[in-house]
């Protein structure tokens, strides 16, 4: 065999071909990461509105709200998520302690208490 001859071994190629491939392997896991973050993120952003529209509601109602347990559909950029009120009594009969989970679903999205009082 020449002792000139250029170029790359089998070996080598197969190794090189490798490393491309983790690289493009976490490459991708990476993208995947991010994508499920921001559809994470605008999940969270829209339940959010949900639960702070429904507080709203019983802020501007000024009135006690009744105790108990309610479901509330929530329309949010073309979605439909579910809004679980729970009103609960308090030490002081002057307010009522009020939970607003926001689900898709079955799927607990996000979650809000407040404390709401008398007018």
């Known amino acids: 065999?020449?002792?000139?001859?250029?170029?790359?071994?089998?070996?080598?190629?197969?190794?090189?071909?490798?490393?491309?491939?983790?690289?493009?392997?976490?490459?991708?896991?990476a993208t995947a990461a991010l994508?499920?973050?921001?559809?994470?993120?605008?999940?969270?952003?829209?339940?959010?509105?949900c639960a702070e529209n429904?507080?709203?509601?019983?802020?501007?109602?000024?009135?006690?709200p009744d105790v108990g347990d309610s479901n509330v559909a929530?329309?949010?950029a073309g979605r439909t998520?579910?809004?679980a009120l729970v009103v609960r009594p308090t030490p002081n009969p002057n307010f009522r302690r009020v939970d607003a989970r926001v689900l898709d679903g079955?799927?607990?999205?996000?979650r809000l208490t407040t404390v709401v009082g008398r007018n």
């Open 106 to 110: 079955e799927l607990p999205i996000w």
């Open 54 to 64: 429904e507080l709203v509601k019983i802020r501007l109602l000024k009135q006690m």
């Open 74 to 76: 929530c329309e949010q």
């Open 1 to 29: 065999m020449n002792q000139f001859t250029r170029g790359f071994t089998l070996v080598e190629v197969l190794v090189a071909l490798g490393i491309v491939a983790i690289a493009l392997m976490a490459g991708l896991q």
């Open 81 to 83: 998520l579910t809004v």
């Open 35 to 49: 994508t499920q973050h921001a559809q994470r993120q605008s999940d969270m952003v829209l339940a959010q509105l």
